[in-house]
């Protein structure tokens, strides 16, 4: 699998503080080697626009879409509690 950041989750990326950018970097590598990883808690969001949500840390979320082989990062952002 291959991953995709979209503009809008690569701003937010940049704009996040080097530990959440590092834990980020972590789930992604989770996510690209085993999408069932139990620290990615990931999970359907929304089926009509096939998003999928998964876990940064306790406070923060990121967003995706699976197309093929690749996964399409949306958003990276705090958890909407």
Known sequence: ??????????AQY????AR???KFLKQLGFLL???RHPSLQAKKYDDTENRWQARIDQNWRF???????????????????
């Open 63 to 81: 967003y995706f879409r699976i197309e093929g082989d690749t996964y399409y990062i949306l958003t990276i952002i705090p958890h909407p509690k």
């Open 33 to 35: 080697s085993n999408p």
């Open 1 to 10: 699998m291959k991953y995709v950041l979209a503009t809008r989750a690569a």
């Open 14 to 17: 940049d704009a996040l503080p």
């Open 20 to 22: 959440l950018k590092a």
